[in-house]
């Protein structure tokens, strides 16, 4: 079991920037990847970034590819995504996923039903 805690959410103004955070703790040693999903009203959630837990690869969605970087420290079972030039349609509840999984490729990071465990959400508004 794996529980999952998310901060850092607010309130930032376009071209400003934020940085999220989630704690893991439980089985953390099974972990093999994390990921960062988010859900905006009236839309389904959707990746935003993950990264492999051991070797470190990264995965991005489209629309934040070169704007947000994700990261890790193994060694305090932390994940961070850096939000940068944020924009309005950024804005959404952000959700820390873990999954124990592992398959080649980076495809996979991108889907819900990788992940086993998911956060409680951080909201995360921008305005214009």
């Known amino acids: 079991q794996v529980q999952l805690v998310e901060s850092g959410g607010g309130l930032v103004q376009a071209g400003g920037s934020l940085r999220l955070s989630c704690a893991a703790s439980?089985?953390?040693?099974?972990?093999?990847?994390m990921g960062w999903f988010r859900q905006a009203p009236g839309k389904e959630r959707d990746v935003v970034a993950a990264?492999?837990?051991?070797?470190?690869?990264?995965y991005y969605g489209d629309s934040v590819k070169g704007r947000f970087t994700i990261s890790r420290d193994n060694a305090k079972n932390m994940v961070y995504l850096q939000m940068n030039s944020l924009k309005p349609e950024d804005t959404a509840v952000y959700y820390c996923?873990?999954?124990?999984?592992?398959?080649?490729?980076?495809?996979?990071?991108?889907?819900?039903?990788?992940?086993?465990?998911w956060g409680q959400g951080t909201q995360v508004t921008v305005s214009s």
């Open positions: 996923a873990d999954s124990s999984r592992y398959y080649s490729g980076t495809y996979y990071l991108s889907r819900t039903s990788y992940y086993d465990y």
């Open positions: 990264i492999r837990w051991s070797g470190g690869t990264t």
């Open positions: 439980g089985r953390t040693f099974s972990t093999t990847a």
